[in-house]
């Protein structure tokens, strides 16, 4: 039976994830349009705020990887706590053969999971952004094809404990989730040092 059309839903937790996912934009807004200093070994970057250095960019990056791969870590545990409920979510999309819906649910379950703790720690944090950022972005086209075809139920994102309906507030928020996953994937440090050899190698991003 085919979910009855709604109005536009009332999202309760869209925002929660605004002010990281605006601060992102901001940050690689300034990182593009800044020019590199001489003479002094370090990129320094000019805002409306203040002076961003390398440094500066590189703790930021690992706060922002923790957080995020903290928020997938944790959206695969909440899952896990109604492992049923985010079947028949996952089914509601009307995307996947009924067959493939478990293996399907577990395997994002489990890429969730891995590739979050990764990120949270910083290990291969650029690799790991990036496919999250490739898993959220399908994700976030099934969110939007089933909010042009008016369904209304439980995106699944956050398991029973945080409900949300599908819809443009769900759709902003995984927008917002995979900008700051290809800023890290992109402009981000992979956590070495930077002093060593690979730490410069991958801190050395030009803009």
């Known amino acids: 039976m085919k979910n009855p059309a709604r109005p536009f839903p009332d999202n309760r937790w869209g925002g929660v994830f605004l002010c990281s996912g605006v601060t992102a934009c901001l940050q690689h807004l300034s ?3 800044s020019p590199q200093l001489p003479g002094n070994g370090l990129t320094t970057h000019c805002s409306g705020t203040g002076i961003f250095t390398r440094e500066m ?5 690992k706060i922002l990887g923790l957080f995020l791969g903290s928020l997938y870590a944790v959206a695969a545990c909440l899952k896990l706590l109604d492992l049923r409920s985010f079947l028949m979510n996952l089914d509601g999309y009307g995307l996947l053969p ?15 999971i891995v590739l979050g703790v990764a990120l949270a720690a910083g290990f291969k944090a650029r ?18 094809i089933s909010f042009l075809r ?9 398991g029973p404990v945080l409900p949300e309906e599908v819809g443009l507030g769900a759709l902003f928020r995984d927008i917002l989730l995979i900008v ?18 690979a730490g410069r190698r991958f801190l050395d991003v030009r803009p």
């Open 127 to 144: 690799l790991a952004a990036l496919l999250l950022a490739g898993m959220t972005f399908f994700f976030a086209a099934a969110i939007y």
């Open 98 to 112: 009924s067959l493939l819906v478990a293996p399907a649910a577990l395997a994002i379950i489990a890429a969730e």
């Open 57 to 61: 960019r590189n703790i930021f990056a």
């Open 31 to 33: 990182l593009v349009i």
């Open 150 to 158: 008016g369904s209304s139920f439980d995106c699944g994102c956050f």
């Open 180 to 197: 700051g996953c290809l800023w890290i994937a992109v402009r981000g440090s992979g956590y070495p040092s930077s002093r060593s050899k």
